[in-house]
């Protein structure tokens, strides 16, 4: 059973365009996390939300809307895609995000957007 | 300044060899550090957690001091699967975890 899964793995699609990507964890934790990793390979937190409230907006334009419709599932949608949005989107999951307790966070396979 | 530095190598080590990643952060109050470990084309996954007294996983070695804000990896005879990209990341409690740039290692044959 995959824990953290994202879907579509790939997208190519073409400026302008709206998209959006879904992910779904089934390990009970009520924390979840979008990164980006850019082309040098630097993670960078978008967002994080805790029991479906949006916790952290790390200055990330509004054309990026998430949404958690439970604390199981975070998607984002993107708007007017840019080719600057082309990058690796991961999505990830922490049973908290407090850190005293030394909890991992845990990865999805990660969207590849490319944008056209 | 980046809030987790690492140097980003590449390090290239014959197998067998002992290889060592440092990383420095600049939050204080980080309360919890990870080294994660990413192949190419997939997704971060943890190596292992580092606790203040140091701990140890096989192969693997990773120590905390805090006085300096300073976390290392030693990796011991190293394997040709170990060739990935080591990631340093901390959680300073604020429903976020912080990734250095990674830190590429090629353990040749």
């Known amino acids: 059973d995959t824990a953290v899964s994202q879907t579509p793995k790939y997208l190519v699609t073409q400026m302008g365009n709206d998209k959006s990507i879904k992910c779904e964890q089934n390990?009970?934790?009520?924390?979840m996390y979008w990164y980006k990793q850019d082309s040098k390979k630097f993670l960078k937190i978008m967002f994080s939300y805790n029991n479906k409230e949006l916790i952290i907006n790390e200055t990330v334009p509004n054309r990026f809307s998430p949404k958690s419709p439970d604390k199981a599932h975070l998607n984002l949608h993107i708007n007017s895609l840019e080719l600057g949005d082309s990058a690796v989107y991961f999505c990830a999951s922490s049973p908290t995000g407090q850190g005293w307790r030394n909890t991992e966070a845990f990865f999805g396979q990660g969207t590849r957007l490319t944008v056209v | 300044r980046k809030e987790v530095e690492q140097d980003p190598g590449p390090f290239n080590v014959p197998e067998g060899a002992t290889v060592a990643f440092n990383c420095t952060y600049s939050?204080?109050?980080?309360?919890?550090f990870f080294w994660y470990r990413q192949d190419c084309r997939k997704e971060p996954k943890l190596l292992m957690s580092v606790y203040s007294s140091g701990n140890e996983d096989g192969r693997f070695t990773a120590q905390l001091n805090r006085a300096s804000q300073y976390i290392s990896l030693l990796i011991r005879d190293s394997k040709l699967s170990d060739s990935a990209t080591y990631l340093c990341?901390?959680?300073?409690?604020?429903?976020?975890?912080?990734f250095g740039t990674g830190t590429r290692l090629k353990v040749l044959a």
């Open positions: 939050n204080s109050a980080s309360q919890s």
């Open positions: 390990l009970g934790h009520d924390t």
């Open positions: 990341v901390l959680d300073p409690g604020t429903y976020k975890y912080i």
